[in-house]
């Protein structure tokens, strides 16, 4: 059972990828934010060069509609050395949904049939898809899996929400159900590609009931519970959930019973310094170690009168200030 750490725009580029991969574990693969231009600008170049990734599996996704640009991005990347690349079927963010990218490419099946046709026929490089149920009913489902099913996908990772959910309320089961059950029917020895689950996956409980309820599928994809709690790809990887059988379940609530602090404190010293490198201004950095921390609050259990301070830092040696005060 593997554990891929999804990719999350603005937040999971090469400096926090590999701070995260110097001072955490449990996590088999890692997948860049999406890139979307036939001739990559320098920020997803840098994002994807070698040198800026070393020491860790990673599969670049590529967000588009159009089997010409997918089919350019992917010869550069296999230039670069990739074995595979990864097609979003799953963003929802309303100006990537109007230009029928993302998981605006599920709103007509008949459409999504020609683009798929269009991408894995051209090629160079082996293809898996992350997507999402559809745009506004689980009915849509049915048509979209069906032609999911026809090309030749390295995996399928299902987040099953629809996109007018974006990422709130209950993911819909009986979705994932539906696309287990296809995969895996009865009497076949094998399915027809590797079969991962992404949504809302923030503790051990929850990832041991998913590898429970669905015990063929290959992995899990965690996105924003790994943000929440950077120990959590170890802590499932050590449970019965993507560990031997047998082994413990270790409990877990929203957030760990106890964080490792000199961990965390080389972690955020390494983004900090990534960021800095990286970066010709302060604020853009600032901006970033920002968004992180709205979901790092809730790993060291701070209050929102606590954490004042560091949504008011204006400099990074303020924020230097504030975080040595927070992590301690």
């Known amino acids: 059972m593997k554990i891929y750490f999804a990719p999350m725009e603005g937040i ?14 449990g996590v ?20 994807v060069l070698p040198e800026n990734n070393a020491g860790y ?32 079927l799953g963003c929802p963010s309303g100006t ?11 709103r007509e099946p008949k459409e999504l049939l020609k683009l798929l046709d269009g991408i894995f026929s051209t090629s160079p490089l082996p293809v ?26 390295t995996c399928l ?23 287990y059950a296809r995969l895996f029917s009865e009497g076949e020895a094998a399915a027809p590609c590797p079969l991962y689950y992404n949504g809302d996956i923030c503790n051990v409980q929850l990832a041991s009931r998913i590898t429970e309820e669905f015990p063929r599928i290959s992995g899990i994809m965690l996105g924003r519970g790994l943000l929440k709690d950077p ?15 047998g082994e413990t379940v270790i409990p877990s609530g929203e957030g760990p019973d106890k964080i490792d602090l000199p961990r965390l404190h080389r972690f955020l010293q390494l983004l900090l310094e990534g960021y800095q490198k990286e970066m010709n201004r302060e604020g853009p950095a600032l901006m970033k170690l920002k968004e992180l921390w709205s979901y790092l609050q809730v790993y060291i259990g701070r209050t929102p009168a606590e954490m004042r301070p560091l949504w008011k830092a204006k400099t990074l040696a303020e924020y230097r200030d504030v975080v040595a005060m927070l992590v301690r």
């Not at 990537?96 to 599920?106: E, I, Y």
């Not at 959590?232 to 059988?245: D, H, M, N, T, V």
């Open 12 to 25: 999971t580029g090469y400096v926090f990828r590999n701070a995260y991969a110097a001072c955490y574990g």
């Open 157 to 179: 990772i299902i987040h099953p929400r629809l996109q007018k959910e974006f990422y709130k309320g209950e993911v819909h089961m009986d979705a994932f159900r539906d696309a």
């Open 57 to 88: 599996h990673l599969i670049p996704q590529i967000l588009t509609n159009r089997p010409d640009t997918f089919k350019a991005i992917a010869t550069t990347l296999k230039d670069y050395g990739y074995s595979e690349v990864n097609l979003n």
């Open 128 to 153: 898996s898809v992350k997507c999402r149920i559809g745009i506004h009913s689980e009915a849509e489902w049915e048509d979209i899996l069906e032609v999911l099913l026809r090309f030749p996908m």
């Open 231 to 245: 120990e959590l790809a170890e802590r499932i990887r050590k449970s019965s959930a993507c560990g031997p059988a």
């Open 28 to 47: 088999d693969t890692y997948f860049t934010p999406f890139l979307s231009n036939p001739v990559l600008n320098q920020i997803e170049t840098n994002d």
């Open 96 to 106: 990537v949904v109007a230009k029928n990218r993302g998981s605006g490419a599920l």
